[in-house]
Nanobody
Framework: QVQLVESGGGLVQPGGSLRLSCAVT????????MGWYRQAPGKQRELVAT????????YADSVKGRFTISRDNAKRTVMFLQMNSLKPEDTAVYYC?????????WGQGTQVTVSS
């Protein structure tokens, strides 16, 4: 099994920055892909960004050029999401995800609020 714990959320003004972290423990070697998803009130959970074991990244159109996903490649125990130029519409609970051959794992989520 894989355990995921997010941190780094909070309140930030429009135009500001935050960096989210996802600590990974357990069967790390079984992970094929990791990513960040978010869910705003009254909306479905949506993809923000993903990164493969080969460090190939993919982003939602709404965050391209503003967000950057990365991993601590040395140990593969931490994943990050650097969020710049934040907008009020980025407000949501952000979830860390790990995809494995036979299951998906999710963190508990961290709240990001962008407001003046």
């Amino acid at each position: 099994q894989v355990q995921l714990v997010e941190s780094g959320g909070g309140l930030v003004q429009p135009g500001g920055s935050l960096r989210l972290s996802c600590a990974v423990t357990g069967r790390i070697f079984s992970i094929n892909i990791m990513g960040w998803y978010r869910q705003a009130p009254g909306k479905q959970r949506e993809l923000v960004a993903t990164i493969t074991t080969s460090d190939i990244t993919n982003y939602a159109d709404s965050v391209k050029g503003r967000f950057t996903i990365s991993r601590d490649n040395a140990k593969r125990t931490v994943m990050f999401l650097q969020m710049n130029s934040l907008k009020p519409e980025d407000t949501a609970v952000y979830y860390c995800h790990a995809g494995q051959p036979t299951r998906d794992s999710w963190g508990q989520g961290t709240q990001v609020t962008v407001s003046s």
